[in-house]
């Protein structure tokens, strides 16, 4: 049985503003060690429950943040940027039987700590065959094109209640529970951890691959607080204007959209100006 664990920052013990998910900001350097407990409890609760290889592919900003040194040693940790599927990279390769996804959160344009898909500001909401979508949605459409199950979602309590909707059978955890975007009541470390370990042992039972899902076309619709961002967009080949400030591509498979996605967040990114946005 192999494992694959999706690890981003936002929804992890502790987390609550921007400044503890940044790169090279004191409080990420102390967020990290929670952030490592949260996806190191996953791994030992997976072994616990029979895994015989657990693979963990960073997925949070520089991919660059779980301390590899308080991993439990029997895991793999897949770090660093430019991955043909970015955050659930090596679903692909036809090998995993279960995915995890460790630190989520909810997407833009909702409620939950740090909401937001992709990128932090700018877009405002995200819609796939008209349902508004998490990264935890698109994801978990990319993974069933490969037969693989998400078996288990950490982040808060509006996180939890999101995956009811992508991955109804998944065992989840909330590490902490929403108060604003940015404020959140947290369980401690100690306490999130044993909770972790204990659902990703329970998750192993679910973690059977399935026939692959052939679910296209999938239009995917994207919301900026800009009309510039979206004019900027549609340099991507097959994204057009869909509204003022809206933009829509269709794809066969989740496998080209959530590439098309990246390309697309991608340019709007660079197009973003400091202080008019």
Not at 15 to 23: E, G, H, I, Q, R
Not at 28 to 49: H, P
Not at 65 to 72: P, S
Not at 168 to 183: F, G, I, M
């Amino acid at each position: 049985m192999k494992i694959l664990i999706s690890a981003d920052m936002e929804g992890a013990t502790g987390v609550t503003w921007p400044a503890d998910v940044l790169p090279g900001t004191p409080q990420w350097e102390r967020c990290r060690g929670m952030f490592t407990s949260d996806v190191n409890a996953a791994v030992l609760g997976f072994y616990d429950g029979g895994a015989e290889q657990v693979v963990i592919n960073e997925a949070h900003w520089s991919m660059r943040n779980l301390l590899l040194e308080r991993l439990d040693a029997r895991a793999e940790m897949l770090t660093g940027r430019h991955k043909s599927l970015s955050m659930v990279e090596g679903v692909q390769r036809g090998d995993v039987d279960g995915v995890a996804f460790v630190g989520y959160h909810t997407g833009a344009g909702t409620e939950g700590v740090l909401a937001h898909t992709y990128l932090a500001n700018s877009i405002t909401g995200v819609w796939l065959n008209g349902t508004r979508a998490s990264e935890g949605l698109l994801n978990a459409h990319v993974v069933a094109e490969y037969g693989v199950p998400v078996i288990l979602v950490t982040g808060d309590d509006l996180t939890c209640v999101d995956a009811a909707g992508y991955a109804p059978q998944a065992v989840t955890v909330a590490v902490k529970d929403h108060v604003s975007r940015y404020a959140a009541v947290c369980r401690t470390p100690a306490r999130t951890a044993a909770d972790i370990r204990a659902a990703a042992k329970e998750a192993t039972a679910l973690a059977v691959r399935r026939e692959p899902v052939a679910g296209g076309p999938y239009t995917v619709e994207l919301e900026f607080d800009a009309e510039h961002l979206a004019m900027s967009a549609t340099v991507v080949p097959g994204v057009r204007r869909s509204g003022e400030r809206r933009v829509a591509y269709t794809s066969e498979t989740m496998y080209e959209g959530i590439r098309a996605f990246k390309a697309v967040t991608t340019v709007v990114s660079a197009a973003v100006e400091e202080q008019y946005g």
